[in-house]
């Protein structure tokens, strides 16, 4: 009896260990990143005006490319947008908007977004048409989709190509073997990460009461 109380005793403590490390890991899972523009700034699909925006990834184990774009306080999405994997020499410990350079009087099309300590960053795709243009305008190959999805579902299978200022149409591989050149822009707010300290703090306080306790069910 005493040992099947302490089996159970094992069990208890091991899931409640299993919950708490998932729960630290929850504030970086989609990559939550708050961002303020003090001008319009054009994304796949639409200009957003002046003002702030979270970023965040959509919460999928099987796509990582899907970003979703809400209001200030996260209370409604704006749009989905499909992306590709951009990269950095350097992590930097801001989150960092990257801008495809364009004429003075358009407003800047985000590029790339980082999330802070990440080398690995979000490349957005543009709608084949508008990405045919900015290619042009920019001088650099753009990422691009054919049509613009109506569901989340058919934006994930949806086939990526890069339009490059030729007015050609390469595979993304080819057209982007290393990151290009852009201007960057700091986020003056930062996401709020979750720190593992008191995750630890609390699992040394487990480790010597279940300890503890598995002497008093075995003596």
Do not use: C
Not at 31 to 43: A, N, P
Not at 109 to 121: R, T
């Amino acid at each position: 009896m005493k040992i099947m109380r302490a089996i159970q005793a094992i069990f208890a403590v091991s899931v409640l260990v299993g919950t708490l490390a998932v729960g630290a890991r929850a504030d970086t899972w989609n990559k939550t990143t708050i961002f303020t523009f003090d001008q319009r700034v054009e994304i796949p699909g639409q200009i957003l005006p002046a003002g702030t925006y979270q970023f965040k990834l959509l919460d999928s184990v099987v796509n990582r490319n899907v970003v979703q774009i809400f209001n200030a306080d996260g209370s409604r999405l704006i749009t989905t947008v499909l992306s590709i994997n951009d990269s950095r020499v350097k992590p930097l410990g801001k989150a960092v908007i990257m801008f495809a350079e364009r004429p003075a009087n358009a407003p800047p099309a985000v590029k790339s977004w980082f999330y802070p300590g990440e080398k690995g960053g979000q490349e957005f795709v543009y709608p084949k048409a508008r990405a045919v243009l900015l290619a042009q305008e920019t001088h650099e190959a753009i990422p691009a989709v054919a049509a613009e999805p109506a569901a989340v579902e058919e934006l994930k299978s949806e086939p990526i190509v890069a339009e490059t200022p030729q007015k050609t149409e390469v595979e993304v591989a080819e057209a982007f073997p290393t990151p290009a050149p852009s201007t960057e822009t700091l986020a003056p707010v930062l996401p709020k990460t979750g720190s593992p300290v008191p995750l630890i703090a609390l699992l040394g306080v487990l480790s010597v009461s279940f300890a503890f306790t598995l002497k008093r069910l075995l003596s």
